[in-house]
């Protein structure tokens, strides 16, 4: 990723963290041999078993050719047990404005993704899967930044958040 998706990256980390500080917020957290953009991880309290240890997984896509991809990965590891130690897991899949169409609705490969997360979520009693929109439209490499993009990753953070309940 670029500058400015690392710059996001973490302003959604630091928004995330100061919303639900019980998680242990950090990017690029590996799940089996993939990194996930930003992670919130609840081990749970030592010695209280009937703790939940929870998993918070943000995935952003800004431009992705395949975004079903991502989804597919994550939930590859999860069947192969990469994450068995978490009773709960929150899967949400971020989409920037690269996926909207001009006249409306969202591209194939983003109906493909959510399908995936979906269809995959309902596999598994323990996790859950949630599209969310990024009201962004990402530059290119090297491109301009686009104005009031804080603002924006703050809106998305909340909603993230909402999502975790």
């Not at 710059?7 to 928004?15: D, G, I, N, P, S």
């Not at 639900?20 to 919130?40: H, I, K, M, Q």
């Not at 079903?68 to 999860?78: P, Q, V, Y």
């Not at 993704?113 to 323990?126: I, K, P, S």
Request: proline share 5%; aromatic share 8%; hydrophobic share 40%.
């Amino acid at each position: 990723m670029g500058e400015f998706a690392d710059a996001v990256q973490e302003r959604l980390r630091e928004r995330l963290a100061e919303r639900r500080p019980s998680l242990g917020w950090r990017t690029e957290y590996r799940v089996g041999p993939t990194p996930v953009d930003v992670a919130g991880v609840d081990s749970g309290a030592a010695g209280e078993s009937a703790t939940a240890k929870t998993l918070a997984l943000v995935e952003l896509e800004w431009r992705r050719a395949d975004p079903a991809d991502n989804s597919a990965k994550l939930f590859r590891h999860l069947a192969d047990g990469a994450l068995d130690e978490h009773d709960r897991i929150v899967v949400c899949q971020v989409f920037t404005g690269y996926y909207d169409l001009a006249r409306g609705g969202v591209s194939s490969k983003r109906e493909n993704a959510e399908f995936v997360g979906r269809v995959a979520a309902e596999a598994f009693d323990r996790v859950s899967y949630a599209p969310v929109k990024f009201d962004l439209d990402p530059p290119k490499r090297g491109g301009e930044w686009p104005d009031h993009w804080e603002e924006r990753a703050d809106g998305c953070a909340r909603r993230i958040d909402d999502l975790l309940g």
